[in-house]
Structure formats: C-alpha cells, structure tokens
C-alpha cells in the first residue's frame, strides 16, 4: 500500500509540472523548433539555406534565419546584406529588419526578428546582396494564433481535479485501515 501513495504521488507531481512547464518552455524567439523553406538552393550567384522559428510560427516574434554561401567556391558569405520583408495578408504595411550575425550567435548565420501582428499567409520575400550580385527569394508563411496559457489552464483542470479526488479517495481508503476496509 505505501507504493501506491509513492506511485499515485509521482504521477501528481509529474502531471502538475508538465502543466506548469509547457508556457515556459514555449517562450522566446528561435523556441519550439525550425521549418526550412529554402533547403540549399541556387539562387543566383548563391546558394541559400532559410529557415523560420518558431514551430508553428504563432503571433509575436518570427525568426528568419538565412546562410549564404558563394555558388561557385561554396564559401560562406559572412559579409552579405541580408534584408527579410514579412507582407501581412491582405496587404498592409510590410515589416522589414536586416538580419544580423549578432541575432544568429555566431559569424556566418543571418538572423532577423520580425514582430508579426496579425494571423493569416504572410509573404516573406528574403533578399541577399554583395559584391558577388544580389538574389531573392520569397515563400509564404503561414502565422496562427497560438495555444494560450488560458486554454492550456482550462485543458489541464479536469485532469488536476481528478488527480486531487483520487489522490483523496485512496489516502482516506489507507487511512481506515484493514479492519474497516473489510466490513
């Protein structure tokens, strides 16, 4: 009987921080994953590799990562200007920013963040120029609205109330002893 206190225990502690943990997890640019759009394709005198974060790109910041690399010697171009535009659907003014090594963390990745507003297909055109030429590309991205804290609160709550009433049920059943269980 004290391994099921053990068990029944465990499994509350491990249902309560999975409940808590999931928002925290899922916060900051570049979290919950990557989708590659251009998978090392020739695109003028380069050849480009772009991804977005994060998975699913949901309202909030969107990360456009881009590496650029000479078609010809497949050198990384680490001093190309790297520029994304993100065009809300239905038109709208187009958010722009430069992606930057420092966004990336290292010296030959480009990063941009882009404070994207709205739900919908976004066009996300990304443009990249040097002394080799420029080149661009385009994709659309699509930006849901996201899980929020108040659904995943409302989704865990039976289940933490139930946790609670069984927890209840077999402390009280351990707490009459074997001489009450039996009449």
Not at 67 to 74: E, I, K, N, P, Y
Not at 92 to 106: F, P, R, V, Y
Not at 110 to 127: I, M, S
Request: include cysteine; proline fraction near 6%; charge should be neutral.
């Amino acid at each position: 009987m004290p391994y099921l206190r053990i068990i029944v225990g465990a499994f509350l502690i491990l249902c309560l921080s999975s409940v808590i943990a999931s928002p925290a997890l899922a916060i900051g640019p570049g979290t919950g994953g990557s989708k590659i759009r251009v998978s090392d394709e020739r695109i003028g005198p380069y050849v480009l590799l772009v991804a977005t974060s994060p998975l699913p790109v949901t309202v909030g910041q969107m990360s456009v990562w881009v590496r650029v690399t000479d078609g010809s010697t497949g050198q990384v171009r680490p001093d190309a200007v790297v520029m994304i535009e993100a065009t809300p659907p239905n038109g709208g003014a187009a958010i722009t920013s430069q992606g930057s090594h420092k966004n990336a963390g290292n010296n030959f990745d480009f990063v941009a963040h882009l404070e994207v507003k709205n739900t919908g297909q976004w066009n996300v055109r990304v443009t990249v120029k040097d002394e080799l030429g420029e080149a661009e590309v385009s994709f659309i991205e699509t930006v849901t609205q996201g899980v929020s804290l108040n659904v995943v609160v409302g989704l865990a709550v039976p289940f933490i109330v139930l946790a609670i009433i069984l927890g209840v049920y077999l402390w009280r059943r351990s707490a009459a002893g074997p001489s009450d269980a039996a009449a």
